[in-house]
């Protein structure tokens, strides 16, 4: 019994970090879901290469964290009944990916400034 106790603090304290998709629900989607998922990423990195080249580290930990958000907002709105389900979910998670990870690296670049 102490083992379940520990696996289910644990996931708990994994759904609450900012920077993990919910393997769960990533599951759920298709195929074609996830491929765009890859590519709004993919396009996502390539538009920011100049900041990946300066910081590594910083970058893929933002990445990482914007990403989760987007398919949560992403996953939250395909729920909804009127939704399409993936086709909600592909046009959300391509809409906010780069905004969040734009203002990601704003605010970066203007905390970098104030030091």
């Known amino acids: 019994m102490p083992n379940k106790g520990r696996a289910t ?8 970090r900012e920077d993990i998709l919910n393997p ?6 298709s195929a074609g879901a996830v491929s765009a998922m890859s590519a ?5 990195i390539k538009k920011n290469k ?13 990445f990482a964290k914007c ?7 992403a996953e939250q709105a395909a729920r909804n ?14 809409k906010n990916l780069p905004k969040l990870m ?6 970066h670049e203007k905390a970098l400034r104030a030091k």
């Open 102 to 107: 734009a203002s990601a690296l704003e605010a």
């Open 81 to 94: 009944p009127d939704a399409c389900g993936d086709a909600t979910f592909i046009e959300l998670y391509a």
């Open 67 to 73: 990403e989760a958000k987007a398919a949560r907002i």
């Open 50 to 62: 100049a900041a990946l080249s300066e910081n590594a580290d910083w970058f893929w930990h933002m």
């Open 24 to 29: 769960h629900a990533i599951s759920t989607l």
């Open 9 to 16: 603090a644990a996931n708990a304290h994994a759904q609450a």
């Open 40 to 44: 709004v990423g993919a396009a996502v």
